[in-house]
């Protein structure tokens, strides 16, 4: 069993390096994200919960009565993401983990009158929505053989669900940690930007309507040639290509490389198709 309420479980170990290595952009949104765990029994789970938090912009954990040694197997899991788990809290109750907290939302399959009122993820978006941009949000973990019991829930002000199938409805610890921290960033996380390589070549910008209109006319000259148009309506076939193509915003790099291939398809029947149009 590790620690002392409030201290980290692995001192000055590696901490410099991965915060200034890995410490991302700040979000005020996110930073108001408490993830909790209670009692987890391996350091692997605690070391992998790390890691989704990092992925997805999170930093602060806390820990409550851990029932395993957070060593360097919780190193390992915890790639790039040392330093959630070097300022992980370590607490004894967990009063001491939500204090201050204006929202704490457990996370339970089951129901029951301690689980209510008991949300699916997104509907627990919509809930934290309401105060994420005023102060802290806890959002609690179970242990891995039984979640989170009725004695752990009366601490917070509802639950959320992972929807699963019916014939599997338990999830890892860490993955149902991964599934929460990705919602929390669709909603309130940063979009990730474009490298900055991509940003500035305007080939890999979205292609504008009158490229897209060039390839569509080398398109529809290399369908009529092979005959693939009917001579009647031939243009509802190009509307759905037209439908297709715009659902998948082709980048211009795209366009291009279309073009070339109906290009060279046009110029390989006018020499070897007898009788092209």
């Not at 940003?199 to 309507?209: G, R, V």
């Given at each position: 069993m590790v620690g002392v309420s409030g201290s980290s479980p692995l001192g000055p170990i590696f901490y410099p390096f991965f915060r200034s290595q890995f410490l991302s952009g700040s979000n005020q949104l996110l930073d108001n994200i408490r993830i909790i765990l209670v009692e987890p029994q391996g350091a692997l789970n605690v070391g992998s919960t790390c890691r989704a938090m990092k992925n997805f912009g999170l930093s602060h954990l806390s820990v409550v009565r851990?029932?395993?040694?957070?060593?360097?197997?919780?190193?390992?899991?915890?790639?790039?993401?040392?330093?959630?788990?070097?300022?992980?809290?370590?607490?004894?109750?967990?009063?001491?983990?939500?204090?201050?907290?204006l929202l704490v939302l457990g996370t339970a399959?089951?129901?029951?009158?301690?689980?209510?009122?008991?949300?699916?993820?997104?509907?627990?978006?919509?809930?934290?929505?309401?105060?994420?941009?005023k102060g802290p949000v806890s959002i609690l973990f179970g242990r891995e053989e039984w979640g989170l019991t009725k004695e752990d829930l009366v601490h917070t002000m509802g639950t959320m669900r992972i929807v699963t199938d019916?014939?599997?409805?338990?999830?890892?610890?860490?993955?149902?940690?991964?599934?929460?921290?990705?919602?929390?960033?669709?909603?309130?996380?940063?979009?990730?930007?474009?490298?900055?390589?991509?940003?500035?070549?305007?080939?890999?910008?979205?292609?504008?309507?009158?490229?897209?209109?060039?390839?569509?006319?080398?398109?529809?000259?290399?369908?009529?040639?092979?005959?693939?148009?009917?001579?009647?309506?031939?243009?509802?076939?190009?509307?759905?290509?037209?439908?297709?193509?715009?659902?998948?915003?082709?980048?211009?790099?795209?366009?291009?490389?279309?073009?070339?291939?109906f290009s060279n398809l046009r110029g390989f029947m006018r020499k070897y198709v007898k009788n092209p149009k």
């Open positions: 851990p029932g395993c040694e957070l060593n360097l197997d919780a190193v390992k899991m915890a790639m790039h993401s040392t330093d959630i788990l070097e300022s992980a809290r370590i607490v004894k109750t967990i009063p001491e983990a939500i204090e201050g907290s399959n089951r129901r029951g009158e301690y689980h209510e009122p008991n949300l699916t993820v997104q509907e627990g978006m919509l809930k934290i929505r309401q105060v994420i941009d019916a014939g599997c409805t338990s999830l890892n610890l860490a993955q149902a940690v991964l599934l929460v921290a990705y919602e929390i960033y669709q909603n309130f996380g940063n979009p990730v930007p474009l490298p900055k390589a991509q940003a500035d070549d305007p080939y890999e910008q979205p292609a504008t309507t009158d490229e897209l209109a060039r390839l569509y006319n080398h398109i529809e000259a290399v369908l009529s040639m092979c005959e693939f148009l009917p001579l009647v309506n031939g243009d509802a076939v190009m509307q759905v290509l037209r439908a297709f193509f715009h659902r998948s915003a082709p980048t211009l790099r795209e366009v291009n490389l279309l073009m070339g291939v």
